[in-house]
């Protein structure tokens, strides 16, 4: 213990989306840090045995620790719920932003609503939370905020109309953000993590259209018949998978962690999706190239071709 990181000790950290996934995983991460870690997420049960979770990996020395129901969609429910913490820890020093659905589909059956509830929660959730916590960290000139977006958010991807609009949305909200928080003292963070495995995307994939499914590697194509669908089927698997499954919400945890104690302002878990980050003038096309080649061998295996 007497070579514990003390970087987080004491810092009052509110989580969103802290109830499951990636949000629990950091949330656990920071606890064992010495932090004093407060979630909030709109399940009550799912809260409470999170908390139980954070509090088990607690390192003691007078730690707080707290769970809050608020839908980060109204924006009343989210001030009160920092209002309640900052009555219990403090005021926030880091903000870590998870909460976040994914509704994939065919742009076409897609409903309007899908799309408002994805930019609702997404883009607007976060929104929300930085709204609620950010006069206090202005006032004491600290502070740290990571934002989650996608490399959905960076490449566009099929199925992903409504999803990648609301992860866009966070993208160039936080680059804009990180310029007017610099000079104030304020770090911020922008995380693109790769599939990772949660609740949410395995809710996520029993919606995703065949063509989607294919370029993931979540399921096979029947034949690949032209060396460049060949290519194109396992660049895929090499782009946007970890060893052909989805990243682990611990690792992906640990990559927050260490960002936000480095002060990085681009945190992407994967080195493979980094080089593909830095390098997107040219991962553009050839993500479209990909895309191109598995959305005609996945027509093809619906019969449409």
């Not at 606890?31 to 003691?60: M, P, T, Y």
């Not at 905020?145 to 160039?172: C, D, H, L, P």
């Not at 060396?227 to 194109?232: H, P, R, Y």
Request: charged share 25%; hydrophobic share 45%; with cysteine.
């Amino acid at each position: 213990m007497g070579n514990r990181d003390t970087t987080f000790r004491g810092k009052n950290v509110v989580i969103t989306g802290g109830s499951s996934g990636i949000g629990k995983a950091t949330a656990k991460l920071l606890s064992g840090e010495g932090a004093n870690v407060f979630l909030v997420a709109r399940d009550e049960r799912k809260l409470a045995r999170a908390l139980e979770d954070v509090k088990a990996q607690g390192i003691g020395l007078g730690q707080r620790n707290g769970a809050f129901s608020a839908d980060v969609v109204k924006y009343q429910l989210v001030e009160d719920a920092i209002a309640a913490i900052k009555e219990v820890g403090g005021a926030c020093d880091i903000l870590i932003n998870c909460a976040g659905i994914a509704h994939p589909g065919y742009f076409e059956e897609l409903p309007l609503s899908t799309f408002r509830e994805q930019m609702d929660v997404n883009y607007f959730g976060t929104l929300h939370t930085l709204r609620a916590v950010l006069p206090d960290m202005i006032a004491q000139g600290d502070g740290h905020i990571v934002n989650i977006s996608s490399m959905a958010g960076v490449i566009g991807g099929f199925g992903y109309t409504a999803y990648a609009a609301s992860k866009f949305a966070v993208f160039g909200f936080t680059e804009a953000l990180r310029a007017e928080m610099k000079p104030r003292g304020i770090g911020v963070s922008l995380v693109l993590p790769p599939d990772t495995d949660t609740p949410q995307l395995r809710q996520e994939r029993e919606l995703q259209p065949l063509e989607l499914k294919i370029i993931t590697g979540a399921v096979k194509p029947r034949k690949l018949n032209r060396l460049s669908e060949f290519i194109a089927y396992w660049l895929a698997k090499w782009l946007l998978t970890d060893d052909g499954q989805p990243m682990s919400p611990d690792r992906v945890a640990a990559a927050i962690v260490r960002g936000i104690r480095r002060g990085d302002y681009v945190i992407i878990p994967d080195a493979t999706l980094k080089l593909a980050y830095y390098l997107r003038g040219f991962m553009v096309p050839l993500g479209n190239w990909i895309q191109d080649r598995l959305v005609t061998v996945a027509r093809r295996d619906r019969g449409v071709l």
